[in-house]
């Protein structure tokens, strides 16, 4: 059975796309069949997996074909990555599409509408949301069985944090009832430094009893931030390094809690 989550926040620098990607790449390694989702125009997904900004066939394409009731092949758009997961990839032309919808019945079930034509092929379907609360991200909500929400731990972290938490509950009302919270993932953590765990703890205290907080955090380090601009994961541009080891430990805490 296939699990959808979305990797929202709309913080930007948060460490979403790294972690969409080696989430993902990780879930790979255990033998699992992932596809990652760029639903953000900046296509920072696709170009963190190594491929051009200049794809005629994208996410864009795909929705809008389910907006029109045309009939194609969702796999049309489906590339594959060297360490074994797939990407749908996303550019620019993707800005439109969340004006586009506003005038779309249904409009908040585009997404979902064509991830149910993937989901008998992975295991998982990854989301990268764009930073910001708009249409595309509300799409993705809807598509998803859960969301993981990457936080940084800096002062203004919770106050972003609550109103992301609004519009989840939110979509859980009104489009997606199924929609849980995965957890909330400490990303480019520095523990040393006594202002991090003072601002984790205060997200521990205020939200920790109702919503989990993954135990792996995901430290700040230069070979995470180098991964962007080479095309790959963590696991295949440092196998061994600590931002490695974090993400393979989130993967088992996802994995057992599936």
């Known amino acids: 059975m296939c699990k959808v989550i979305a ?10 796309t790294t972690t969409t990607i080696n989430l993902g790449a990780g879930l790979t390694k255990n033998g699992k069949k992932v596809v990652l989702v760029d639903a953000d125009p900046q296509g920072h997904l696709t170009m963190g997996l190594g491929f051009p900004k200049n794809l005629k066939v994208t996410l864009k394409s795909m929705m809008e074909n389910i907006i029109m009731g045309l009939e194609f092949d969702p796999k049309e758009a489906v590339l594959h990555h060297e360490e074994g997961m797939d990407l749908i990839p996303s550019n620019k032309l993707l800005a439109g599409m969340d004006m586009s919808l506003f005038t779309v019945e249904d409009r908040e079930k585009v997404l979902k509408e064509y991830l149910e034509l993937l989901k008998d092929e992975y295991d998982y379907i990854l989301i990268d949301c764009m930073p910001s609360l708009g249409m595309l991200t ?50 480019m953590d520095n523990c040393r430094y006594n202002n991090a765990k003072r601002n984790k703890q205060a997200i521990k205290t205020t939200y920790g009893s109702d919503i989990r907080i993954f135990e792996q955090t995901i430290p700040r ?16 541009y440092d196998g061994k390094s600590k931002g490695a080891d974090s993400y393979l430990e989130l993967v088992q805490e996802v994995l057992k809690h599936a």
């Open 7 to 16: 990797i929202a926040n709309q913080k930007g620098g948060v460490a979403k």
């Open 138 to 187: 509300i799409n993705a909500l809807s598509a998803a069985d859960s969301v993981l929400i990457p936080v940084q731990p800096q002062y203004y972290a919770a106050d972003g944090l609550m109103e992301l938490l609004k519009v989840v509950k939110g979509i859980h009302q009104r489009f997606n009832p199924e929609l849980q919270i995965e957890g909330i993932l400490f990303t």
């Open 221 to 236: 380090t230069e070979s995470l931030a180098e991964t962007a601009s080479e095309g790959v994961s963590i696991f295949a």
